[in-house]
């Protein structure tokens, strides 16, 4: 599976907005980028998916890079429930559908 | 909403003893995915299920076995315990088409296995 490479550790402020970067470079022309969140003792969590587009939901926005090898979950207004470990994960498009977690990025929020 | 139901959420195991955990998926979801998260670990994919059948194999012991029944619950039947089971196991399902890379994954809260 192609690699994922995200920053340990992010802090941001309530309610301003954060962007958790990921690098991809390996990515394959299939490979659809997932991002999941796993908040302090609990099970991970659906945020978003691409595969080239940029996408929008609920929840939170994925810029991707027009090479795709990289791309960024945006959470607009960030609260205290956001604090939580952020994993980005590449699926192949054709593949069982099991996510591969890496190192994540532990978002912390101050208010 | 329905959520993904697991039990037992705690569970404490001599070494060398068995233990069987229950997933229950989201109502009409048909595939079900077995992670396990050691302490300090990110979570690792062991085994999935679609429709019965396994569908995929990750770094699951030989000691663990797991099977989907005809209600599409899942059991993780663990043998001849270590310290190092010791973990989180969390169960997700996802409406699949035998786990089609797209489809979102619902996890479960997870049972807290502890082997002493």
């Known amino acids: 599976d192609a690699k994922t490479t995200q920053p340990n550790s992010m802090e941001s402020n309530e309610e301003e907005p954060v962007h958790l970067p990921c690098n991809h470079s390996t990515i394959s022309g299939t490979d659809y980028i997932h991002w999941y969140r796993q908040l302090p003792s609990q099970g991970p969590e659906y945020v978003i998916h691409g595969l080239t587009s940029n996408v929008n939901n609920r929840m939170a926005s994925l810029a991707i890079a027009e090479d795709r090898k990289s791309s960024t979950l945006i959470l607009h207004r960030a609260t205290l429930r956001d604090a939580a470990v952020y994993y980005c994960i590449l699926n192949y498009g054709g593949s069982q559908g099991n996510l591969i977690f890496g190192k994540g990025t532990k978002l912390s929020v101050k208010p | 909403a329905a959520g993904v139901i697991q039990s037992p959420r705690h569970l404490i195991k001599e070494k060398r003893e068995t233990a069987t955990l229950k997933c229950y998926p989201i109502?009409?979801?048909?595939?079900v995915y077995w992670y396990q998260q050691g302490p300090g670990q990110d979570p690792q994919f062991l085994i999935s299920f679609y429709e019965k059948m396994q569908s995929d194999k990750g770094s699951i012991p030989d000691r663990f076995s797991a099977q989907q029944f005809s209600d599409y619950h899942s059991e993780l039947n663990m043998s001849s315990l270590e310290l190092g089971d010791s973990a989180l196991y969390f169960c997700?399902?996802?409406?699949?088409?035998?786990?089609?890379?797209?489809?979102?994954?619902?996890f479960g809260p997870g049972t807290r296995l502890t082997v002493l």
């Open positions: 997700a399902s996802s409406l699949g088409r035998q786990g089609v890379s797209t489809d979102t994954q619902y």
């Open positions: 109502p009409r979801h048909d595939t």
